[in-house]
């Protein structure tokens, strides 16, 4: 039997090689073995169990909710392809010990993977994880036939996705949005959220444009990340049929990117500096900032002007939830697309990110372009690169430990400030460009990330970064 290891966001392998059913249920028993152990609220211990669109999903659900089942657990199991941020929500609105995500997320169309969601509603933090991995081959499997269960009311089938849009809707000025006439267009990219926004904006009169919605296991031929070389397709719709905005969700929809809404490329730190601009300045909100350690320096930036605080935590938004989890939080972000609330659940939400830019847009009043523009001439150019690369996993702690202890003195022409390692290793120059390495929590590769004021120097920044790894 192969090992079962939790990576940045779950245990995650390819389908038929370790992601089998025999797998699947050796993992659901461990974290029922596991969340036995806990005070749980009630007499029976619920889980919630959903699943997204990739080959065998569902089956692979339902193998899950057979093994809670057969441990005694209430199970609410969803009866067709959901957002992980709803599970995420159904499991603290509904008092669960614990949720399971079927869903490898961003991961090419072989991949499946197994998400554990906590008690809060948010990702299960490192300690959990560990926690359910040393249980797993501890117990025999228990399980139990899912007709029984639903028969003798242990599984009960339920949507989840309502419950989860009317708390999208109470986040924003959801009148404010119905009324505004946006047109906003949505780049599913054949994951779950396909359809979601038409939905939430029924009835309003904002115009909503579904783009790659339909269910496709092998997500059109891309991998469903929302990054600019899998745009092309909505990029060229949009330069002929013009919107207000572009948003992208990835496969099961709890991370975006975006585009103008002229299919111009949107990253990630814009839409993240966007937000917070919007929080704090339209809203009048304040509490601390979290960010992931690759998100871009505009944010620090914005925090010293804005007099936020600001923390950073490694890479995975498990490291944000737990800040948020203490309150007093403004916004949680990385570069990655994940983007959580306050007053939701600690947790990174696409959905939710739609509906918090259509209320900015719906106050502004102003074009996204005219909005980005207000930012880099208050803030700056801040320029973002990004290079994964194979590299050898045997030689990655040798590399690290040598980037250490070897800092180069100097980024480009601007003399270094500040190395930080607590994941990977981040230089940091006195103009506040920067270039770090670290190794993939879900993929056995290595990034290479840099910023800077221009395109120019974040492609010398990552050149840069490719030399340091033949250092080892």
Known sequence: MSAIKFGTDGWRAVIAEDFTFANVARVAQAAADYWRTLTVPG????????????????????????????????????????????????????????????????NPPSFNGFKLKSHYGGSSDPETCQAVEACVDRSPVRTVNLAEAIRSRQVFVRDVRPEHYAAVRRLVDFPLIAKSGLRFAHDALFGVAAGCFEELLAGTTCKVTTLNGAHDVLFGGINPEPVEANYGRSAAYLREHPHDLCLVTDGDADRVGGMDGRGGYVTTHQLICLLLRHLHVNRGGYGRVVKALTATSMVDKMCAAFGLPLVETGVGFKYICPEMIKGDVLLGAEESGGIGFPGHIPERDGIAAGLVLLEMLAMERKSLNTLLARLEKTYGPHRYGRIDMHYPLAKRAALMDYLKAHPPTRLLRSPLAEVKSFDGVKFIARDSSWLMLRGSGTEPILRIYAEAASDRAVKQLLQLGVRLTRQV
């Open 43 to 106: 007499d029976t211990p619920r889980v919630v169990i959903g699943f997204d669109r990739r080959f065998f999903s569902d089956q692979f659900a339902t193998c899950a909710a057979e093994v809670f089942a057969g441990n005694g657990y209430q199970v609410v199991l969803t009866p067709e392809p959901t957002p992980t941020p709803a599970v995420s929500y159904a499991v603290k609105a509904r008092q669960a010990v614990g949720g399971v995500m079927i869903t490898a997320s961003h």
